[in-house]
């Protein structure tokens, strides 16, 4: 592990009996544009001391929760080395039986959370989908000759738990290269873009996502270039025409009751004034908020 940052507000747990563990990957060697997502899990540390506890929506306290904060994983020079000690460090957070929050770093991660939550069996016997917020398709093969690239992650996450199960919401920036690719394997990723959800509303594209997969399980990935860079203009590859941050608050609380996961990646702190690590910090405290509440109501 590399340096102990300061916890993330509220996190104040041992890693055996948390609820929920936090991971932080300061990692963004594959960067493609801006980088400086590895400064994003501290960033977001940083500003979740800025909000109450109580969730009103959701009616939970988050200092009566038992959340662990793992710290960060070193800065490794290679992304293999990054996704051995991501899927390591998981697999530890499963093994306590504990709902793993990523905090990256690039999306380049993605692939060693769910290969750690499939070897978990997470899902239980009919495994579980996932579903990526992300305004990139990545799913090339690879790119500039590095298959781990996080240009890559959706491709190699569609590897692990097959193209069947993954979908993508918010995509509207596609390469040639990618849909010449689909073309010539045959390989299908479905996705939907920011048009329908405005057209549709987030709630009906989710269903059909869901739809898609066929799974009760969810593992969800939100890339925040998903967003307008409006909303999160500190991000690694920004990318108008997006999704709002309240369209993203609405895709959390639906699946909430199905998720397994969770990872928050591309944010870049140095290119605004604290306003896209403040949203990734509340948005993570929405999913454990969100994940609380549904586990209780269903326990009744």
């Known amino acids: 592990m590399g340096a102990r940052p300061p916890n993330f507000a509220d996190a104040n747990a041992p890693a055996e009996r948390a609820q929920f563990a936090l991971l932080g990957v300061p990692y963004d ?31 939970v306290d988050l200092t009566d929760i038992a959340i662990h904060d793992c710290g960060n994983l070193e800065d490794f020079a290679r992304p293999e080395d990054m996704l051995e000690a991501v899927k390591e460090a998981v697999a530890g957070i499963l093994g306590n039986s504990s709902f793993p929050i990523v905090m990256g770093g690039e999306h380049s991660l993605t692939p060693a959370v769910v290969s750690a939550l499939k070897e978990a069996r997470a899902g239980g016997p009919d495994g579980f989908g996932v579903i990526i917020l992300d305004a990139h398709m990545d799913f090339r093969d690879q790119y500039l000759n590095m298959p781990a690239s996080h240009a890559c992650a959706s491709k190699r996450t569609s590897e692990i738990v097959g193209p069947e199960s993954i979908v993508a919401i918010g995509v509207r920036s596609v390469s040639k290269e990618e849909v010449e690719q689909m073309h010539r394997t045959g390989d299908h ?112």
């Open 29 to 59: 060697a594959t960067s493609s544009f801006r980088s400086g997502s590895r400064a994003a899990p501290n960033a977001m540390r940083d500003a979740s001391w800025n909000f109450e506890t109580y969730l009103l929506e959701h009616g």
């Open 189 to 300: 990723f479905r996705f939907i873009c920011p048009a329908e959800v405005r057209e549709k509303g987030m709630e009906a594209c989710i269903r059909k996502a869901l739809g898609w997969v066929g799974h009760k399980k969810i593992y969800l990935s939100l890339d925040v270039d998903c967003m307008d860079p409006a909303y999160a203009p500190a991000t690694g590859t920004p990318e108008p025409f997006g999704l709002t941050s309240l369209d993203v608050k609405q895709a959390i609380d639906i699946l909430a009751p199905m998720l397994v996961g969770f990872d928050i990646v591309e944010i870049a702190p140095n290119y605004d004034s604290g306003n896209t690590a403040a949203l990734g910090a509340r948005l993570v405290r929405e999913v454990m908020a969100a994940v609380h509440a549904a586990r209780r109501n269903a326990i009744g």
